[in-house]
């Protein structure tokens, strides 16, 4: 659009951004299946999947866009899947019973960054963009009210840089790693988030948090990672536990093989409780569904936080198909499961692949094991309709604002808000703010407010590699993460949340006592890094925890143990919650005042959610 830009990265490359990890597809209503898709219809889904509690007009503008989106990154060259006959192929995703998620293998969020760092690359060599690879975010710096520019940290040699615009715009993922345990790449972070918020950015919604029920089990004390298997594989593989509690303790035992169950025996608990969206239930339901069948004792690895995802009815069914199209015979079950084997391979390869490596198990043979982790965040950074934060000239796009998902996100839907925002809302709002401002000059970063940013930076810095210090900051933030996921988790009550308040805020002022980091500021240190951004996670914990205690409903992925109904079903309270959350920071989270931003709905009734 003209704009010389400049853009900041933690990694090396842009390339390496957590969105590479995006496997399943992105969503568009463009009803190439002819299953009854439309715009209104991904509105009217996203609404109803977000639970009500996301901005209409948003999500509106959202479905509109989706098809943009395809046809953009068709132009950049993304490789989406394709049919038989050359046209771009789509998969289902949970919460829809339209098929509507445009995939590239398993790689979907891999082959859209490259497409759109061609694309910048290209300005980079236009010399329109300057890229500031191994710079990290430090503070906002804010001049007469606006938004006028940035503190960087050059990662390599510790230098703290200013850098002076007209327009600041967050993309900076969401903050899943407050969790510790997460699906989330591991430098995913919530500073850039927290900083503006600082400097008078409300945060919205903090609480609302997604855990995708297919991930790989937690194996131990020692892991840092979690790994997603890709919701697509709820299009062909069933989950189930067994039904005889006999049977989960064989199995913990090493002494029965799941394969071996009678099917009379297996519970398929989404089919039986979901008999309409069976399997493909939105996350949060299927997550809870899970630990409902676990807590009962029906988990079947050694923790008992597991739940089965087979693939054998799929592989008999592709097999069985192929045998018909080659003219092969149908009923021999060597030959029906080696061809839907290949059909699974073509399928989910990828990941299956990683699956094995992972667990040492062959998921074509034995069903996978899955238990729900936390993945994505619904909320962020408050913006209004263009876009913008409560500070003019400061704007957040992609997971790291609230905008259209309410309190639970659709799969395949965080990719195209994403690319929404940056490819078809945000420049076209950000030049009506920059219309009125542009004319102003260059900004000088010899100002006080330039100066002092930069101050409270090294600040905190040298306070760090000072610290003598007894405990590393992993330390602090897997504590953190315990904190969140037991009293924060897939579900909270009341009691808990006052615990964790009161925990996060003991744990905080131990890390700033205790914290050990390692080397100088002015090296390549990871761990002074990382400090940055775990003093972060411990202030937005404690934000977190407030904002679900405030919120005594249920709904979406806040699912308050006092608010559910008989079958233990989430419960909205639309009377009393029917808002956003907007918080603005007064100096320390607890001090943090609660703006309550109503939320109207025009076209679409509000009705209470069924999968049923
Ligand atoms: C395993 C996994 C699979 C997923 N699969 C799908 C899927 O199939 N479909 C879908 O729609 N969604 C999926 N999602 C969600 C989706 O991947 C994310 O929501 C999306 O990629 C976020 O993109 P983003 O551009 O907002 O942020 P990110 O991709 O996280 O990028 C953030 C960028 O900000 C930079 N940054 C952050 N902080 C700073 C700082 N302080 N200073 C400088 N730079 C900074 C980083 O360097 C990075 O480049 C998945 C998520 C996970 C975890």
């Given at each position: 659009?003209?704009?010389?830009?400049?853009?900041?990265?933690?990694?090396?490359?842009?390339?390496?951004?957590?969105?590479?990890?995006?496997?399943?597809?992105?969503?568009?209503?463009?009803?190439?299946?002819?299953?009854?898709?439309?715009?209104?219809?991904?509105?009217?889904?996203?609404?109803?999947?977000?639970?009500?509690?996301?901005?209409?007009?948003?999500?509106?503008?959202?479905?509109?866009?989706?098809?943009?989106?395809?046809?953009?990154?068709?132009?950049?060259?993304?490789?989406?899947?394709?049919?038989?006959?050359?046209?771009?192929?789509?998969?289902?995703f949970g919460g829809?019973?339209?098929?509507?998620?445009?995939?590239?293998?398993?790689?979907?969020?891999?082959?859209?960054?490259?497409?759109?760092?061609?694309?910048?690359?290209?300005?980079?060599?236009?010399?329109?963009?300057?890229?500031?690879?191994?710079?990290?975010?430090?503070?906002?710096?804010?001049?007469?009210?606006?938004?006028?520019?940035?503190?960087?940290?050059?990662?390599?040699?510790?230098?703290?840089?200013?850098?002076?615009?007209?327009?600041?715009?967050?993309?900076?993922?969401?903050?899943?790693?407050?969790f510790?345990l997460s699906t989330?790449?591991?430098?995913?972070?919530?500073?850039?988030?927290?900083?503006?918020?600082?400097?008078?950015?409300?945060?919205?919604?903090?609480?609302?948090t997604q855990i995708h029920p297919t991930c790989i089990p937690v194996s131990g004390e020692?892991q840092?990672?979690l790994t997603l298997m890709s919701e697509s594989l709820r299009n062909d593989g069933r989950i189930w536990v067994p039904k005889k509690l006999q049977d989960v303790k064989a199995i913990r035992a090493g002494k029965l093989n799941p394969t071996e169950i009678a099917e009379e025996d297996r519970d398929y608990y989404l089919e039986r409780r979901y008999p309409a969206f069976g399997n493909l239930v939105p996350r949060d339901v299927a997550s809870r569904a899970a630990k409902e069948r676990c807590d009962a004792g029906f988990g079947v690895n050694k923790t008992g936080e597991a739940v089965y995802l087979d693939f054998a009815d799929a592989i008999t069914r592709?097999?069985?198909?192929?045998?018909?199209?080659?003219?092969?015979?149908?009923?021999?079950?060597?030959?029906?499961?080696?061809?839907?084997?290949?059909?699974v391979?073509?399928?989910y390869?990828?990941i299956f692949?990683m699956y094995e490596?992972i667990v040492d198990q062959n998921p074509y043979e034995t069903p996978m094991m899955i238990y729900p982790a936390v993945h994505?965040?619904?909320?962020?950074?408050?913006?209004?309709?263009?876009?913008?934060?409560?500070?003019?000239?400061?704007?957040?796009?992609?997971?790291?604002?609230?905008?259209?998902?309410?309190?639970n996100?659709?799969g395949?839907?965080?990719?195209?808000?994403?690319?929404?925002?940056?490819?078809?809302?945000?420049?076209?709002?950000?030049?009506?703010?920059?219309?009125?401002?542009?004319?102003?000059?260059?900004?000088?970063?010899?100002?006080?407010?330039?100066?002092?940013?930069?101050?409270?930076?090294?600040?905190?810095?040298?306070?760090?590699?000072?610290?003598?210090?007894?405990?590393?900051?992993?330390?602090?933030?897997?504590?953190?993460g315990k904190?969140m996921w037991d009293k924060c988790g897939m579900s909270r009550n009341?009691k808990g949340?006052?615990?964790?308040?009161?925990?996060?805020?003991?744990?905080?002022?131990?890390?700033?006592?205790?914290?050990?980091?390692?080397?100088?500021?002015?090296?390549?240190?990871?761990?002074?890094?990382?400090?940055?951004?775990?003093?972060?996670?411990?202030?937005?914990?404690?934000?977190?925890?407030?904002?679900?205690?405030?919120?005594?409903?249920s709904?979406g992925g806040h699912f308050r143990e006092e608010s559910q109904t008989p079958e233990g079903e989430a419960m909205?309270?639309?009377?009393?919650?029917?808002?956003?959350?907007?918080?603005?920071?007064?100096?320390?989270?607890?001090?943090?005042?609660?703006?309550?931003?109503?939320?109207?709905?025009?076209?679409?009734?509000?009705?209470?959610r069924s999968y049923k």
């Amino acid at each position: 659009m003209g704009y010389n830009v400049k853009t900041f990265c933690f990694q090396d490359s842009p390339r390496r951004a957590h969105s590479i990890a995006a496997q399943g597809g992105i969503n568009a209503a463009k009803n190439y299946q002819g299953d009854g898709d439309s715009t209104y219809r991904l509105f009217y889904d996203t609404i109803k999947g977000g639970d009500y509690r996301s901005r209409e007009a948003n999500v509106y503008r959202l479905a509109e866009v989706s098809t943009n989106i395809i046809d953009q990154c068709v132009a950049q060259g993304v490789p989406f899947a394709r049919d038989y006959g050359g046209l771009l192929d789509n998969r289902s995703f949970g919460g829809v019973l339209v098929s509507r998620t445009f995939y590239a293998k398993g790689q979907t969020g891999q082959q859209l960054l490259l497409g759109a760092y061609s694309a910048m690359n290209r300005q980079i060599g236009r010399g329109k963009i300057k890229m500031y690879n191994r710079h990290e975010m430090m503070d906002l710096v804010v001049v007469d009210g606006k938004a006028r520019g940035i503190i960087t940290r050059n990662l390599v040699n510790g230098e703290i840089e200013r850098h002076s615009a007209h327009a600041v715009v967050i993309a900076s993922g969401g903050y899943g790693n407050v969790f510790f345990l997460s699906t989330n790449a591991m430098g995913s972070n919530v500073s850039a988030s927290w900083k503006i918020h600082k400097r008078g950015a409300h945060f919205a919604n903090p609480c609302f948090t997604q855990i995708h029920p297919t991930c790989i089990p937690v194996s131990g004390e020692h892991q840092s990672k979690l790994t997603l298997m890709s919701e697509s594989l709820r299009n062909d593989g069933r989950i189930w536990v067994p039904k005889k509690l006999q049977d989960v303790k064989a199995i913990r035992a090493g002494k029965l093989n799941p394969t071996e169950i009678a099917e009379e025996d297996r519970d398929y608990y989404l089919e039986r409780r979901y008999p309409a969206f069976g399997n493909l239930v939105p996350r949060d339901v299927a997550s809870r569904a899970a630990k409902e069948r676990c807590d009962a004792g029906f988990g079947v690895n050694k923790t008992g936080e597991a739940v089965y995802l087979d693939f054998a009815d799929a592989i008999t069914r592709y097999g069985k198909e192929q045998a018909h199209v080659k003219g092969l015979d149908e009923n021999d079950a060597v030959l029906v499961k080696k061809l839907g084997q290949e059909v699974v391979r073509a399928k989910y390869g990828k990941i299956f692949q990683m699956y094995e490596k992972i667990v040492d198990q062959n998921p074509y043979e034995t069903p996978m094991m899955i238990y729900p982790a936390v993945h994505y965040t619904m909320g962020g950074v408050w913006v209004d309709y263009n876009l913008m934060t409560s500070i003019p000239g400061c704007y957040a796009i992609g997971e790291a604002n609230f905008s259209d998902h309410g309190a639970n996100r659709l799969g395949a839907s965080a990719l195209m808000q994403g690319l929404a925002d940056g490819y078809f809302v945000l420049p076209y709002t950000i030049g009506d703010y920059l219309a009125d401002d542009i004319r102003t000059g260059p900004i000088s970063t010899d100002s006080p407010e330039f100066e002092a940013a930069e101050k409270e930076v090294k600040k905190q810095i040298e306070a760090f590699i000072n610290n003598k210090g007894k405990h590393s900051v992993d330390y602090y933030h897997k504590k953190l993460g315990k904190i969140m996921w037991d009293k924060c988790g897939m579900s909270r009550n009341e009691k808990g949340l006052k615990e964790a308040i009161e925990e996060i805020k003991a744990l905080r002022e131990d890390f700033y006592k205790n914290v050990k980091v390692p080397g100088t500021a002015d090296e390549f240190n990871e761990q002074l890094a990382k400090a940055g951004r775990v003093a972060d996670f411990l202030e937005l914990g404690e934000l977190f925890a407030k904002d679900a205690l405030e919120r005594t409903e249920s709904c979406g992925g806040h699912f308050r143990e006092e608010s559910q109904t008989p079958e233990g079903e989430a419960m909205r309270d639309d009377k009393n919650f029917t808002f956003v959350s907007a918080w603005e920071y007064k100096g320390e989270p607890s001090k943090a005042k609660l703006h309550k931003e109503q939320l109207e709905y025009e076209e679409i009734e509000v009705k209470t959610r069924s999968y049923k």
